[in-house]
């Protein structure tokens, strides 16, 4: 059997890299790029760094701040046709997930005509992409910036579906990361966390992909807790920004599974917090596939710190790093659904969405609707 590893882009890391922004789209032969974010980054202030760099290198720039969480196919449509009007000639990522993704997907519509939801059809394919993209994360979760997966919600059908597309450059700032609220840090950080586990004991894992998922999970576990309790702890921040930027190297190839098909239902029914819903149902899905895949299973309880005879089954592995898990998320104040208010009958009758989800079938165990229904209700009633 072969695997495959890639890494879709060079990586810039370190404090202060926002500052290289201006001189790294020069030299990808931009001229005047679309600057993509949610309106929240730029009343932050982080667009103005990137305003300047690119300002110094003499680099135009026009601003879309329309990003919306869980982006709909309308966001990237919008962004696209102001690139048009303005005749932005690549693309600059910068914040969450969202706006990444949103990014990623309006690099589509610079050769190849609309609407985009035309290229984002159940099962993703790959667009082979043309405009320089660059992508700046705002929050340690997604790693994004390292994917070439863009995720885009269909509202009208009640869907998240993906795309592929080419990506430039990832340039990760840690000081960037400084001002993001607690609450999100929590649940970006989750997210991270769910790519490394999921990635790591999905159908497609690697040994590539098992460096970065394993590291991943090491340094979430350590260093999460103090980004929420110190937010402007750089060494703690700087370790969850790499540790985000492995997670989403780690499912670059490998993909992740089942924990990611009952979040997009969540999503989907709840439009709650991606992260929210990984983290939610990540122990579920680790405690389901732990029999089928008790060595994996076993090196995520090494990475996190949790004791182990040795001799444990995989099932009893499973329930070590399900509730490790959820120890984790208690000390970092993830709520649970009940706490937010959703009915478990509600959460229980979106066992056919996961069933039907294609992430669904790339975990080491079948997901019929019986076993969705049975970790939809570990989800809610295992986390209260």
Not at 195 to 222: Q, R, V, Y
Not at 286 to 312: D, F, N, Q, W
Not at 367 to 376: P, Q, S, V
């Amino acid at each position: 059997m072969f695997t495959e590893f890639s890494v879709p882009a060079p990586i810039v890391f370190g404090c202060g890299a926002i500052s290289v922004l201006g001189e790294r789209a020069k030299g990808l032969g931009c001229k005047k790029v679309l600057l993509i974010c949610e309106k929240g980054i730029e009343d932050a202030g982080i667009v103005e760094k990137a305003k300047k760099s690119l300002d110094e290198a003499g680099v135009g720039y026009v601003v879309y701040n329309g990003v919306l969480a869980d982006p709909p196919d309308s966001c990237v449509d919008e962004a696209a046709a102001l690139a048009k009007e303005q005749n932005a000639d690549g693309i600059v990522g910068i914040g969450g997930g969202s706006s990444l993704d949103t990014a990623k997907a309006t690099s589509i519509l610079f050769t190849n005509p609309g609407p985009v939801r035309q290229y984002i059809q159940g099962p993703p394919i790959f667009v082979d992409t043309k405009a320089p993209l660059i992508l700046v994360p705002t929050t340690a979760g997604t790693g994004s910036e390292s994917t070439t997966v863009a995720v885009i919600s269909l509202p009208d059908l009640n869907v998240k579906w993906s795309v592929f597309v080419n990506v430039s450059l990832a340039l990760i700032d840690p000081e960037l990361m400084f001002s993001v609220p607690k609450s999100i840090t929590a649940t970006t950080g989750m997210d991270a966390f769910a790519h490394a586990a999921e990635g790591m004991t999905t159908i497609l894992a690697n040994p590539h992909s098992d460096l970065f998922a394993a590291a991943a999970i090491e340094k979430i576990t350590k260093y999460l807790p103090v980004c929420c309790d110190e937010p402007d702890n750089a060494e703690a921040r700087s370790a969850m920004a790499l540790a985000a930027n492995w997670g989403g190297l780690c499912i670059n190839n490998p993909i992740v599974h089942v924990g990611h098909a009952i979040a997009d239902a969540l999503s989907c029914n709840f439009h709650t917090a991606h992260g929210q819903n990984c983290a939610l149902a990540l122990p579920a899905a680790m405690a389901v596939i732990a029999p089928a895949v008790p060595e994996r299973i076993s090196v995520i309880a090494k990475a996190m710190g949790l004791p182990l005879t040795g001799k444990e089954t995989g099932e009893e592995l499973g329930k070590i790093v399900a509730d490790g898990i959820r120890e984790l998320m208690r000390k970092v104040g993830i709520k649970s659904l009940k706490e937010m208010g959703f009915e478990r009958e509600k959460v229980l009758s979106f066992a056919p969405e996961v069933t039907a989800n294609h992430l669904s079938t790339l975990g080491p165990v079948k997901i019929d609707e019986a076993t969705a229904t049975k970790l939809l209700a570990e989800v809610y009633d295992d986390y209260q």
